[in-house]
């Protein structure tokens, strides 16, 4: 029998539908899937199913100094258990073993430990490995028909930089959690490659408060031809003879606007005609990628999960890439052909197969692992993938258009008419030869209309404006520029930078988007910057990646990479050990500065977000025993205090972050004011006049309790809206509503219930609810024929729940009984935190 081991089941399942033709069997072996054909079996593993860790005895954070941590030895041990036991039943009976995991420096090590479990069962049975950069019929045959052998150097470099991070995480993420005494879910987390990218996001937030902003002056006026009006702007020479449209003076832009103001015509002086090539852009590497995702609106992780998603199933090549120059062997024509006749993308496909000669654009970086991305010309069904898989692939598609379609031309007009000494500009462009831009509609092609005039030419001014203006600080780096900055400065690779980033949010460092670091955030920052800069370092982490090349290469070896990491990071430890009463006093103080609100009503000390020791969230004071204020938040998603404030109360607004399902709270005592009973719908089903409990409704003592309770529409002080009976807490009968929009109470009535259909005004459409009791129940029937309980909660849908059976959590249990940070890196798209979450309402 043949062994066949991949990176993850989705492609062991992938893999054997095509190397069988379709016909193989599955069965599960201790909850793991096993694909079988013609003495042949396909496993996936779940990306590393072996982790480094240090020894048992050194677990405890408290009895265990973190320096005593860079010197530790470091031991592999199954993370996977049930999938390493899969493994090692079905390697004793195997004849040959293939690895066919992802072919990168990550794969490679995953294949190595999948290899090492291999051997332990059988030290002499032939083991192979394949490797391709798209699992498509074709890709995957060649691959089998050439077999090769395990990289032990790539997987060696990956190996290393396992246990640097091990080590650098643990003993800084120990020192600093344990000066702060911040233990728990809540401890403050460092990373080799995370902290330099942190010191990037905390250099701009600096630039951006340091920045005192200038006040500037600009013109504009209309010009016009026959009946054609266009906006031209004043401008003048600088000293360095540019042409500048800022003025720094008022006086002066005064001066300039009454002269422009007593003048009903300007003269033409220059007339400037050009044209300019606008050339197709450079094949998708992943950077690239993930600046195009960023624009239509996906963030790193979740636009390279959908690329993940999409490479398993055969539709493009592995997305983790550094190439922009296509291979020699790929057929553009070929693969055109792939798209002709398909309802969305044959016309372009078609338009491209005109041309006389197909030659595609290149990039500057030519690698030798994987081709740029591109699709595979398998093609999707619309029904087969999701809306955001169709969109994230027909952008993958139409770049690899526009690569070789041809460029785009433009036109400029350039006028310039004077009034006096004074100078206005006009620029016009038209798109003369659409080009690539016919295929790839992602790049903006707006014009602006200026007409054909002459020098000397009299034109119509009117409608002068002075616009008052102020310099404006630097933007906030964006995920997709900031990616793009880590790769210029050589901090993490194509394979991790994205999941750095959405460390950074699920350590709480950042927040928003674009990311804009917490207090927290800048007090790390400060701290390693006053007594360990080489943690923040760029230099220090592109020198370690650089390291780790060298081990793949084979002019380095993991020991000697380990051993110099190590040394650094002794030398980083003896100057932070002499300050780590000043670095805790500092963390502790930032870590109530993201949580403060503002001020108490009751007692004017500072109102903080708490977390309750049930995981749910609340405000309270920090005066508190003395002062016993509270406001309760609500119980979905986490809170981020957002940067507006309330006029009323001076507390800042709080966003509520649950995936799909975030919203903003507002002020919470606004929102605990604004609490209450709204109008009477009707009786209560329970206790209500008509309902059969009233006749025999007795308190505890056998006297008669109160009856004929009634449904009023409820808002809580946590900002939850529900149809509630008015003898709460006597009757707790009730149903949710909406929490964001205006409920309208009709006149019409529900024949059943008799109750009133609401209506809920919330954006463009009303939503009609209907009867509340009707609209619950249709909820629950739904609820019950999806087959998972999971989907109960908020911000779990169908294609998560399929996500989190692939990781064997099936039910509510399961999910309250797993590791969150277990989930997170099995589970695309899931973080951590999300877990947490969704455990609290479990």
């Given at each position: ?654 966003k509520m972050l649950a995936g799909r399902q975030t919203f903003v709270h507002g002020c919470p005592l606004c929102k605990a004011e604004d609490a209450g009973e709204g109008p009477i719908i009707g009786d209560c089903p329970e206790c209500g006049e008509d309902s059969a409990t009233t006749e025999s409704s007795r308190d505890e003592g056998g006297e008669t309790a109160e009856e004929g309770g009634e449904l009023a529409i409820k808002t809580l002080q946590s900002g939850s809206r529900l149809v509630g009976c008015t003898r709460y807490p006597d009757c707790e009968y009730s149903l949710p509503l909406p929490r964001r929009g205006e409920i309208e109470v009709t006149d019409e009535y529900c024949d ?91």
């Open positions: 029998m043949e062994l066949i081991i991949t990176e993850k089941d989705n492609a062991a399942r992938r893999i054997a539908d095509i190397l069988s033709g379709g016909t193989y069997d599955s069965s599960r072996e201790n909850g793991v899937n096993v694909y079988e054909w013609g003495g042949k079996r396909c496993v996936g593993l779940s990306g590393h199913v072996v982790g480094v860790d240090f020894p048992p005895e050194y677990s405890d954070w408290r009895d265990v100094e973190p320096v005593e941590l860079i010197d530790a030895s470091v031991e592999k041990t199954p993370t996977k258990e049930n999938i390493v036991a899969t493994l090692r039943l079905l390697a004793r009976r195997a004849e040959r073993v293939t690895i066919a995991t992802d072919y990168d420096r990550e794969g490679e090590l995953i294949g190595k430990e999948a290899y090492d479990i291999v051997r332990n069962v059988d030290e002499d049975v032939p083991i192979r490995r394949v490797r391709f950069s798209s699992i498509t019929e074709n890709e995957v045959q060649q691959a089998f028909d050439e077999p090769d052998d395990l990289d032990f150097d790539l997987a060696a470099a990956g190996e290393a930089r396992q246990i640097i991070d091990l080590i650098w995480g643990a003993a800084l993420t120990r020192f600093l959690s344990l000066s702060a005494g911040q233990l728990g879910e809540d401890f403050i987390s460092v990373g080799r490659v995370q902290s330099p990218t942190l010191k990037l996001i905390v250099d701009r937030e600096r630039e951006i408060e340091a920045f005192d902003p200038e006040d500037y002056w600009e013109l504009f006026a209309d010009l016009q031809k026959d009946d054609t009006s266009f906006e031209a702007q004043y401008f003048y020479r600088d000293e360095d003879d540019n042409e500048a449209e800022r003025v720094w003076e008022e006086a002066v832009a005064d001066e300039v606007y009454e002269t422009l103001s007593e003048r009903d015509a300007a003269t033409v002086v220059d007339v400037n005609r050009r044209t300019r090539t606008d050339t197709p852009p450079t094949p998708f590497n992943t950077t690239q990628f993930i600046r195009a995702a960023s624009s239509l609106g996906y963030s790193a992780k979740r636009a390279m999960s959908i690329a993940e998603d999409l490479y398993t199933a055969g539709y493009i090549t592995y997305p983790r890439t550094d190439n922009t120059v296509y291979p020699d062997d790929l057929d553009p024509e070929e693969l055109l052909d792939d798209f002709v006749g398909h309802t969305t993308l044959g016309e372009s496909a078609e338009s491209l197969l005109e041309a006389d000669e197909i030659t595609p654009t290149e990039g500057d970086e030519e690698t030798t692992d994987h081709p740029p991305i591109h699709p595979t010309g398998e093609i999707p069904a619309r029904g087969d993938i999701s809306d955001d898989e169709w969109e994230i692939f027909e952008l993958v598609v139409r770049r690899f258009f526009a690569t070789v379609a041809d460029a785009a031309v433009w036109e400029h007009l350039k006028v310039v008419a004077e009034v006096d000494d004074y100078r206005l500009k006009a620029n016009g462009k038209r798109l003369v030869e659409p080009g690539y831009h016919d295929v790839y509609p992602y790049f903006s092609t707006s014009e602006n209309y200026v007409p054909d005039v002459d020098e000397g030419e009299e034109l119509s001014l009117s409608d002068v404006e002075l616009e008052a203006k102020e310099t404006q600080p630097p933007r906030r780096y964006g995920q997709s520029r900031l990616i793009e900055t880590m790769e210029d400065l050589g901090i993490g690779t194509k394979s991790t930078r994205h999941d750095i980033l959405e460390k950074l949010y699920d350590r709480g460092y950042v927040e928003s988007d674009p990311p804009r670091p917490t207090r927290l955030a800048m007090a790390v920052v400060e701290a390693a910057e006053d007594y360990a800069d080489r943690v923040v370092s760029e230099e220090m982490t592109a020198q370690l990646e650089a390291d780790m090349d060298a081990i793949a290469s084979g002019e380095a070896t993991l020991d000697d990479v380990t051993d110099e990491s190590r040394e650094m990071l002794e030398e980083i430890f003896a100057n932070l050990a002499e300050s780590r009463e000043e670095i805790g006093d500092q963390l502790r103080k930032s870590l109530k500065d993201d949580k403060r609100l503002g001020p108490c009503p009751e007692c004017g000390e500072d109102l903080l977000v708490r977390r309750s020791r049930h995981g749910s969230y609340f405000v309270g004071c920090d005066g508190y025993p003395d002062c016993e204020f509270t406001l309760p938040l609500p119980s979905t998603g986490k809170p981020l205090i957002m940067e507006e404030t309330c006029d009323e109360h001076d507390l800042h607004h709080v059943e219930h008799d109750l009133p259909e609401l209506v809920v005004h919330s954006g463009d459409e009303p939503w009609v609810l209907g009867c509340p009791i009707c609209n619950y129940q249709e909820f629950q029937a739904r609820e019950s024929e999806s087959g998972s309980d999971l989907e109960s909660l908020d911000g779990i849908g169908a294609k998560t729940v399929e996500k989190l059976a692939d990781a064997g959590i099936e039910d509510l249990e399961d999910l309250t009984a797993a590791d969150p940070d277990a989930v997170a890196e099995d589970v695309d798209g899931v973080s951590a935190d999300r877990v947490r979450s969704w455990q609290a309402k479990a």
